[in-house]
């Protein structure tokens, strides 16, 4: 790839805002091929694209999109576990997880949220959340 042409994806990616396929098809008119450049830079890792969907390295769904501009885009932390989730809409939500995969807090836009706590064998002691909903078995 010329150094003109890296620059002028690397711009893209700088300056790319979902809908990324409806931006990078009518305000930057990419061909399809060149999708899956621009959003490698934008994600900061190699993706896939199959569709209208992009897919990391470890074949986790990171955004996907519909042909009315409705996008959803997710997060996941090294142990494939979804962390982030934010959609077109505005509504997000945000995970946390304990070194053994439990769910250990959520968080949404909402304004709900819960926090859980486990005991060695992975059994929940404690829950609580927004709605005033407790479990304690401590």
């Known amino acids: 790839m010329n150094k003109r042409y890296q620059r002028y994806i690397e711009y893209i990616a700088d300056d790319l805002q ?28 190699p993706v896939s694209v199959k569709g209208d969907w992009v897919y990391n390295a470890n074949g986790n769904n990171i955004y996907e999109e519909d042909s009315d501009g409705y996008w959803v885009k997710r997060e996941y932390n090294a142990q494939g576990n979804q962390i982030y989730y934010e959609d077109g809409d505005g ?9 053994n ?26 829950h609580e959340d927004s709605d005033g909903y407790i479990i304690d078995r401590r």
């Open 18 to 45: 979902p809908p990324y396929f409806e931006n990078m098809k009518e305000m930057y008119g990419l061909k399809d091929s060149e999708y899956s450049l621009v959003l490698s830079k934008v994600y900061n890792q």
């Open 91 to 99: 509504y997000w939500v945000k995970w946390e997880y304990d070194a």
């Open 101 to 126: 995969g439990n769910l250990i807090y959520h968080e949404a836009s909402d304004g709900y949220w819960a926090k859980t706590e486990y005991d060695a064998n992975g059994n929940v002691i404690y």
